[in-house]
């Protein structure tokens, strides 16, 4: 399994940004793909996460902004999830991180740099 992430850069507060993640490969057994963030100094946390027919899943300080979406085509082995960020503040600043779970293993992608500056 291959996970290619993409986007990210440098955004003025209030901006927007779009991260997105493809997943290809052995993918049958994929569960849900979500997208994690690391500030300096602090740790890794999630920041939101897709799963088959579920609601996505948002952290609380993103929830409303952020809004996390999958383009589904697992016939073509291809599994691909956006993730777009809206209102964007200086403490989104982190290197986001995209995560695929499958049953039995939990494959992580590149980090990509996120900065929100004036």
């Known amino acids: 399994v291959q996970l290619q992430a993409s986007g990210g850069g440098l955004v003025q507060p209030g901006g927007s940004l779009n991260l997105s993640c493809a997943a290809s490969?052995?993918?049958?057994?994929?569960?849900?793909m979500g997208w994690y963030r690391q500030a300096p100094g602090k740790q890794r946390e999630l920041v939101a996460f897709i799963s088959g027919g579920n609601s996505p899943n948002y952290a609380a300080s993103v929830k409303g902004r952020f809004t996390i979406l999958r383009d589904d085509t697992r016939d073509n082995a291809k599994y691909t999830m956006y993730l777009q960020m809206n209102s964007l503040k200086p403490e989104d600043t982190a290197v986001y991180y995209c995560n695929a779970l499958f049953a039995s293993r939990n494959i992580w992608g590149q980090g990509t740099q996120v900065t929100v500056s004036s």
């Open positions: 490969g052995s993918i049958f057994d994929l569960i849900g």
